[in-house]
């Protein structure tokens, strides 16, 4: 007899495991595997929360401003009671004046105004230039792939053990310089602090979460297939769990056709005729706000298992995803002249970490006359596919499966270097072979 697979129970197994670890362990590094929608940071804040139960002076790195006042708006939500430090830059706006409202919040560009405090959180930035102080017992270190390993070791003198989270599928750390020169090398500054981590630390415990609440299971096993051959990890919920639906019938349209098979499946692929294009394709951006003025248009709400009556997917439910900022604005624009607001019009970099029922996506690869490394970038395409609870469109050009077998890669092979896998070819080929069985053709 198959045992039947318990998502909760299994979640629950890994998450105690790296709690003994963080609170009981020896080792100066603990590593944790989430993929998307795993829990990473309710795993961030129990972890907090315990270590700082367990009278352990705590530091927390985040890697943006907005992700490190979610972490205190979400320790502050779990214990009232909890002395919270926020050390922020001295800059005009620093923080989120919700912090302002927070009781147990003491906020501060000083470290030294905020010691004695249970947990202290920042910014890798911030931290950075914090100098003559105690070092502190632990430290977390949330969106760890994030973080390139310059600022692991700009931040490393400040803590004796550290637990750090995040998600390998993820895009890279991003440089605004060129890291050539050091590539192969061990201390290659533009590496993330996880990979040089593991590289002079192998010995170190690595855990992985292994079930994603936000994926349903129409996603997760083409996400964890193209994504995380090495880290796989199953949906939390079941097919039928989730259904999405619509208010107003199909109008026959390519968009409204589309829409009712994302709906049916989780996935649509919106394929217009094969074409090379400017960049902002007119056609496509349009083809894009279109399926989202009809998904507003025609009531969409979504049943799951936070809302056993369907819930209506209003605009601030909805994203849109794209390569380039210049995407974004012209999508913005058509979805304006459409009377459309409040849908997350963003890049991937931008809609990272962030969760929606529906999510529209202008492949990275429609309409190009090439396949660079920027637009294989794994990272790039798992963010976009990854980003949504109940169905993804993706709208593209026909040809990319062609383009991608007539572009092979021309990378210089560096000795030293660690290949990323999944390669970029075969996770988008992957992607396409799915999204192939959800096509709908439209000649605009």
Not at 245 to 266: H, K, Y
Not at 291 to 316: H, I, K, M, Q, W
């Amino acid at each position: 007899m198959t045992a039947v697979f318990d998502p909760g129970a299994a979640a629950g197994r890994a998450t105690t495991a790296i709690l003994d670890d963080t609170l009981h362990g020896t080792a100066r590094g603990i590593v944790v595997d989430s993929p998307p929608g795993a829990g990473k940071s309710t795993l961030v804040v129990r972890a907090a929360l315990e270590l700082a139960a367990a009278g352990r002076p705590l530091m927390v790195v985040a890697q943006t401003n907005a992700q490190v006042d979610d972490l205190v708006v979400r320790l502050a939500e779990k214990d009232p009671g909890l002395p919270v430090g926020r050390l922020h830059s001295n800059d005009s706006d620093p923080y989120d004046k919700v912090l302002d409202g927070l009781a147990n919040v003491r906020k501060s560009a000083k470290a030294a105004d905020l010691a004695g405090l249970d947990v202290v959180i920042s910014t890798a930035a911030k931290w950075a230039h914090v100098k003559n102080v105690e070092p502190w017992g632990h430290a977390i270190v949330d969106e760890a792939y994030q973080m390139r390993s310059d600022a692991l070791l700009a931040v490393a003198g400040l803590f004796e053990r550290a637990l750090f989270v995040g998600d390998p599928g993820q895009l890279d750390p991003f440089s605004i310089v060129g890291a050539d020169q050091w590539a192969g090398l061990s201390y290659d500054p533009s590496a993330s602090a996880v990979s040089t981590l593991l590289a002079h630390n192998p010995q170190l415990p690595q855990h992985r979460l292994p079930v994603s609440w936000r994926l349903p299971a129409s996603a997760a096993p083409l996400v964890s297939d193209a994504f995380y051959p090495y880290t796989p990890f199953r949906s939390g919920t079941d097919h039928g769990d989730r259904r999405l639906s619509f208010g107003v019938a199909s109008d026959g349209s390519a968009p409204d056709r589309v829409l009712d098979e994302a709906a049916e499946s989780g996935w649509g692929l919106l394929e217009l005729p094969a074409r090379h294009t400017p960049r902002t394709d007119p056609e496509a951006v349009r083809a894009v706000a279109l399926v989202v003025r009809r998904l507003l248009d025609r009531g969409g709400a979504a049943t799951s298992e936070r809302s056993p009556e369907p819930a209506a997917v209003t605009a601030d439910r909805v994203a849109v995803g794209t390569a380039h900022r210049d995407q974004a604005a012209a999508v913005r624009a058509a979805l304006a002249e459409l009377g459309v607001t409040g849908v997350a019009v963003d890049t991937a970099n931008r809609l990272q970490g962030r969760e929606f029922d529906v999510t529209v996506v202008l492949h990275p690869l429609s309409g190009r006359p090439d396949a660079t490394a920027f637009h294989l970038e794994t990272g790039r395409l798992c963010v976009l596919a990854s980003r949504h609870r109940h169905a993804c469109i993706v709208v593209c050009r026909e040809g990319v499966a062609d383009l991608l077998d007539e572009h092979p890669s021309t990378e210089p092979v560096q000795l030293g270097v660690t290949v990323k896998f999944p390669d970029g070819w075969e996770a988008n080929h992957a992607v396409l072979a799915h999204l192939a069985e959800h096509r709908v053709r439209w000649a605009p």
